[in-house]
């Protein structure tokens, strides 16, 4: 999208220049940020090596389709277009739950109950909790039939009425007595 918008202003700022000297400073441009990025270096650094790669990227497609009048209008009202339904899609697609890490759990009902299923396996199910900023949690307990066993969360569906949680254990040789796993 950065591509886009830096054309878009060489277009609006400065009509006169040719398409080759546009190209250049899109390339340029592209070149910085991924120099940029090496610098910052590891996981910092990352974000921006792969904003060069859509700069860059969109540097190649002008380079392509600027012969073609069609193909500018290709580039500019495609490729935010196909942005734009990405997005959308992946706002569709939100997952609206997250595990929990369990060394992340530190309120004292939590640590009590959970205290409460590794001494008692024979509980099984669910406990809903409530946390400091009012957002309901979900601790789920395999009993100890299930001892040396890990779950994951495939998918959660909501009704207006009920929610499902379908999940998968594996055996891994967990070392819990009755395998958890908590819900946000």
């Known amino acids: 999208m950065l591509g886009i918008v830096m054309c878009g202003l060489t277009y609006l700022f400065m009509r006169k220049i040719e398409d080759n000297t546009r190209l250049v400073l899109l390339f340029s441009l592209g070149i910085l940020i991924l120099v940029a990025s090496f610098m910052i270096g590891g996981f910092e650094g990352m974000p921006y090596g792969v904003l060069s790669l859509g700069v860059l990227t969109v540097a190649v497609l002008y380079f392509f389709l600027k012969r073609f009048a ?39 009902e939590t640590k009590h109950y959970i205290e409460k299923i590794e001494k008692d396996t024979s509980i099984v199910g669910y406990k809903k909790f409530k946390s400091g900023e009012g957002e309901d949690f979900l601790l789920l307990s395999m009993g100890g039939e299930r001892k040396g066993n890990t779950i994951e969360v495939l998918e959660v569906k909501e009704d207006s009425e009920k929610t499902i949680i379908r999940i998968r254990t594996s055996y891994n040789k967990n070392p819990e007595p009755n395998p958890y796993i908590y819900l946000e």
């Open 70 to 108: 069609i193909g500018k209008k290709i580039l500019f009202i495609g490729v935010p277009l196909i942005i734009a339904v990405h997005i959308f899609i992946g706002f569709i697609n939100q997952v609206d739950y997250r595990v929990v890490d369990k060394e992340r759990l530190s309120d004292d």
